[in-house]
């Protein structure tokens, strides 16, 4: 198959949006590439915003049957969200409404997109990174991808839907060890848990990101969109049962972001060094 050159349909500060189309059937792939490589691709609120203008723009194109989602350059899919935006008090003050409110989602994740998705993932898919790829309908992995979380490592402490929903990926065990424990795991480890879909060399990547596109699109759209809108159906229970973002977090710790431990772990995330959080539990003398 014949595919056009990729062409930008408009210019955004934190994304680049595009499409391609197959010259056979006019059928046509959209891709948002996460553009911020200084941050390894970090998304703060106007990522989000961008990527959730995009999607709409996806949606609304009859001829677009697949997004494609990646990270600029091959060191990053995405390092997940700006611990620099989330150490502001821009962020601390409208954390429910930036993070789990509006059509963005958490951190970017392309939620409310009808087209099934693709995550492209070379390099890190860290923390937000690695729940907007595990969200993603496919995961195609370069074989120089890491994934993991680091929420409880920097201080973010991230509930709703993009934590229960990762025991419907791998199970309830190894989502727990992913979350609690912050490992990071390569492709090959990704591939056997189920976290991705197959690994490919680096090289490879665009390739066969092309080949699942042409397959998805040989086959009828109507029906795709049916069973897109099925699954999805999954992760709305999720929301409902657990909230989208923020429920549980803001409950328990109403004043997350202005506790001497979260301060602690971002300052040490911008010392470099490591984070001591029992300092502050230790009882008054």
Not at 79 to 93: I, L, P, Q, T
Not at 165 to 188: D, F, H, I, P, S
Not at 279 to 284: G, I, L, M, S
Request: hydrophobic share 35%; proline share 4%.
């Amino acid at each position: 198959m014949t595919w056009s050159a990729w062409e930008k349909v408009r210019d955004f500060e934190d994304i680049i949006y595009e499409k391609k189309y197959l010259e056979e059937s006019s059928a046509g792939v959209a891709r948002i590439t996460i553009n911020r490589p200084e941050t390894l691709n970090a998304i703060r609120g106007e990522t989000g915003q961008e990527m959730a203008v995009a999607v709409d723009d996806t949606n609304g194109d009859n001829m677009i049957g697949v997004l494609v989602v990646q990270g600029m350059g091959d060191r990053a899919f995405s390092s997940g969200g700006d611990v620099s935006w989330e150490a502001s008090a821009d962020y601390g003050e409208t954390y429910g409404e930036r993070s789990g409110g509006g059509r963005e989602g958490h951190r970017g994740v392309p939620r409310g997109c009808i087209k099934p998705i693709i995550a492209a993932v070379r390099g890190y898919a860290i923390g937000g990174g690695n729940h907007m790829a595990y969200h993603c309908d496919f995961t195609i992995a370069a074989d120089n991808a890491i994934f993991g979380q680091n929420g409880p490592r920097i201080g973010s402490p991230a509930d709703g839907t993009y934590v229960p929903y990762l025991t419907r990926v791998v199970g309830t065990k190894k989502a727990r060890e992913l979350w609690m424990l912050c490992r990071r795991y390569n492709a090959q480890q990704a591939l056997e848990m189920g976290l991705v879909n197959t690994v490919v060399p680096l090289a490879e990547l665009d390739n066969e990101v092309d080949r699942w596109c042409e397959e998805i699109l040989a086959l009828n759209p109507d029906c795709i969109q049916v069973l897109k809108a099925a699954f999805d159906a999954d992760i709305r229970m999720t929301d409902e049962a657990t909230g989208v973002h923020g429920k549980i977090s803001m409950q328990l710790f109403p004043d997350h972001f202005k506790n001497p431990a979260t301060k602690e772990a971002q300052q040490a995330f911008f010392e470099k060094r490591t984070p001591n959080f029992w300092q502050f539990r230790k009882p008054a003398k």
